[in-house]
């Protein structure tokens, strides 16, 4: 019997070790080793599980690199109020012991999606409290405010204050709620590249015109054409071979800033892992039933012959995000700008939408050339929200509006019709503490 | 003959200890103190500090050339440049980055930054007693968490009218007169023993 036991006990180890062992070191399918569904912010990628877990033994310290390696670009730009530089001195001992501050798994544990709260945090939101537990005695407008109100009232964020410093809100805090409409400034970031990286001469591929006269009209008054952007610039390998579907690689040949912002963020993020792109049906978001089967990619959005970017800053979204806020765009004032702009009543340059709040345009500087490009990243300023507020609300609308604004979920949800419900204090308590 | 063996024994022992004699970490064969240490690290802290505030604050600032705008939020602004104590600051957390060795860091019992308090006991009675006594350092022995360090606390004395001028009438201030020779802090040096 003993025989029949210990006999049992190795088959079934055996064959446990060897299943979980060819899946860890062989199978290309991994999901057996899922301990838990990712976050809303890593789901897409979480069967690449080398992109975080670079080394079986590496522990926290190698999970820390690889949060950094995607993470830390982010951080610098946001001029990171906690950054792990502020923990390392031994003088924090002890609050290190409560959370440790160091890495980022302290805050934002991954596989737990199940008790996961917005921008990934996985403690309770009270975790202001260990460090700043004195305020209300520094402070006489924080006296008796919860813990769980700091970074969930518009007031401050945990990394990203650069809309929320108390300086910030005295220097701006006059302007009318509409400022003014801003015009938009054109992007050039591809047509001052292109001549770059575009090789010549290009062979015509006069043939492949003649197969698709409509293709060839179509493109005729298209971005592409007005940059010289022929056939042979898309469909051509480096050897000058015709390619019939040109794909990402072929993109970025000059859209090298956009791609690399579309492949930071959610919709891209996949594509930048040679994985195949992220597909509506894999989210948890509300999309429309017709969107469910696609796949991202450039031409989701982008139709490459008409390269018709008014398409793709809306009805693109529009045709597969089904939420409230998208559902209510049309209707809302930002809707209604961008329908006169389109019916002639506006200059263009006064549209706003989908893609002027969540992709805005930014200068930057390319190898000492100064270009105006599309932030393709549509996760770069969306969470926390307050991160809009600079680089896109205050284009138009006062900073106190903006906040306001932004910490109402209604107001939100329905696209901004209407005005805030509730006023953020913030803005009147830092007047009154420079007054005194 | 018999003797062969255990002078060979005796030989081999001595070998063993000279190399592990010759690995050891200099500063422990150069017989350097913890205080020197401390001491030295300050001396160029100090020195550093001292060069920023006059040759590049003082000459390039508002009331030098005007090229430069010392300010807190010196990344927010067009040609912002650290405040001498966050350059202070920026430099502790570069020698962070490079090596655990030692740590520094630029407190107050009337910091601006709350953060920049005295936390641990030995840093609190540090900072007293350089207050309290003028011109003298402060070294001492604690354990935080696993380690004990040597912390030598240095008094950081206001040198120039833009330290006392910016924190006597900074909003987060807890005291508004010092004045040029007053102790205003202490620099905290520590190192793992």
């Known amino acids: 019997m003993k025989k029949l036991i210990w006999g049992t006990w190795l088959i079934v180890t055996t064959c446990l070790a060897s299943y979980y062992g060819y899946t860890l070191f062989k199978a290309d399918n991994k999901e057996a080793l899922l301990i838990g569904d990712a976050s809303h912010g890593h789901f897409q990628i979480e069967m690449a599980c080398t992109v975080c877990h670079t080394s079986a033994f590496g522990g926290t310290e190698s999970l820390q690199e690889s949060c950094v390696n995607c993470h830390a670009e982010e951080l610098e730009e946001a001029h990171d109020s906690h950054p792990q530089k502020k923990f390392t001195d031994p003088r924090n001992a002890s609050q290190l012991e409560t959370i440790d501050a160091r890495y980022c798994v302290s805050c934002h544990t991954e596989h737990q999606k199940?008790?996961?709260?917005?921008?990934?945090?996985?403690?309770?939101?009270?975790?202001?409290?260990?460090?700043?537990?004195?305020?209300?005695?520094?402070?006489?407008?924080?006296?008796?405010?919860?813990?769980?109100?700091?970074?969930?009232?518009?007031?401050?964020?945990?990394?990203?204050?650069?809309?929320?410093y108390e300086d910030f809100l005295l220097e701006n805090h006059q302007d009318s709620w509409v400022k003014q409409v801003a015009k938009i400034t054109e992007a050039n970031a591809a047509s001052t590249l292109a001549a770059q990286f575009i090789p010549t001469?290009?062979?015509?591929?006069?043939?492949?015109?003649?197969?698709?006269?409509?293709?060839?009209?179509?493109?005729?008054?298209?971005?592409?054409?007005?940059?010289?952007?022929?056939?042979?610039?898309?469909?051509?390998?480096?050897?000058?071979?015709?390619?019939?579907?040109?794909?990402?690689?072929?993109?970025?040949?000059?859209?090298?800033?956009?791609?690399?912002?579309?492949?930071?963020?959610?919709?891209?993020?996949r594509l930048a892992l040679n994985m195949a792109g992220i597909s509506p049906a894999e989210s948890s978001l509300p999309f429309k039933e017709q969107s469910l089967v696609l796949q991202q990619s450039c031409n989701s959005c982008h139709e490459p012959h008409t390269s018709n970017t008014q398409f793709a800053s809306k009805e693109a979204c529009l045709g597969c995000h089904n939420d409230q806020h998208s559902l209510a765009f049309e209707a809302s004032p930002h809707g209604q700008l961008l329908n006169n702009a389109i019916a002639g009543r506006l200059p263009a340059n006064e549209a706003v939408s989908c893609a002027t709040c969540h992709m805005p345009r930014q200068e930057k500087n390319h190898h000492g050339t100064k270009v105006i490009e599309v932030n393709h990243n549509q996760n770069h300023n969306l969470r926390p929200n307050e991160k809009m507020i600079r680089p896109v609300c205050m284009q138009c609308h006062s900073l106190g509006f903006s906040i306001d604004a932004l910490a109402d979920e209604q107001l939100i949800n329905n696209n901004f019709t209407g005005k805030p419900s509730a006023h953020i204090p913030s803005i009147d308590w830092a007047i009154r503490r420079s007054e005194n | 003959m018999k003797m062969k063996k255990p002078v060979v024994f005796a030989a081999v022992i001595t070998s063993v200890l000279s190399?592990?004699?010759?690995?050891?970490?200099?500063?422990?064969?150069?017989?350097?103190?913890?205080?020197?240490?401390?001491?030295?690290?300050?001396?160029?802290?100090?020195?550093?500090?001292?060069?920023?505030?006059?040759?590049?604050?003082?000459?390039?600032?508002?009331?030098?050339?005007?090229?430069?705008?010392?300010?807190?939020?010196?990344?927010?602004?067009?040609?912002?440049?650290?405040?001498?104590?966050?350059?202070?600051?920026?430099?502790?957390?570069?020698?962070?980055?490079?090596?655990?060795?030692?740590?520094?860091?630029?407190?107050?019992?009337?910091?601006i930054n709350k953060q920049n308090a005295p936390k641990t006991a030995l840093e609190k009675e540090g900072l007293k007693f350089i207050s309290d006594n003028p011109g003298k350092n402060f070294y001492g022995e604690e354990k935080l968490g696993d380690v004990t360090y040597y912390t030598a606390v240095y008094p950081d004395v206001a040198v120039s009218p833009a330290c006392t001028s910016c924190h006597n009438d900074h909003k987060d201030s807890p005291k508004d007169d010092f004045k040029i020779g007053d102790v205003m802090g202490g620099v905290v040096i520590r190192v793992p023993l």
């Open chain 2, 19 to 111: 190399v592990t004699a010759c690995k050891e970490e200099p500063q422990a064969s150069a017989g350097i103190s913890p205080q020197q240490y401390t001491d030295s690290l300050f001396a160029v802290m100090n020195a550093d500090r001292a060069n920023y505030t006059k040759l590049i604050v003082q000459r390039l600032g508002p009331k030098g050339a005007g090229a430069i705008k010392p300010d807190e939020h010196w990344k927010d602004i067009e040609n912002g440049a650290l405040l001498p104590a966050q350059m202070f600051r920026a430099g502790s957390e570069a020698v962070s980055k490079i090596t655990d060795k030692f740590t520094y860091s630029l407190q107050s019992t009337w910091p």
């Open chain 1, 201 to 269: 001469p290009l062979p015509p591929f006069a043939e492949k015109k003649e197969e698709h006269p409509d293709i060839h009209k179509d493109w005729s008054s298209s971005a592409h054409a007005s940059g010289n952007v022929d056939c042979a610039g898309c469909h051509s390998t480096d050897q000058l071979q015709w390619i019939e579907k040109p794909g990402i690689e072929q993109c970025q040949t000059c859209h090298m800033n956009e791609v690399e912002g579309y492949q930071a963020g959610k919709h891209g993020m």
């Open chain 1, 114 to 164: 199940e008790q996961t709260n917005p921008m990934g945090l996985t403690l309770p939101k009270d975790y202001c409290f260990h460090c700043h537990q004195d305020i209300g005695e520094e402070r006489d407008s924080h006296k008796n405010l919860t813990f769980d109100s700091c970074a969930s009232a518009g007031c401050h964020n945990y990394h990203d204050n650069r809309a929320l």
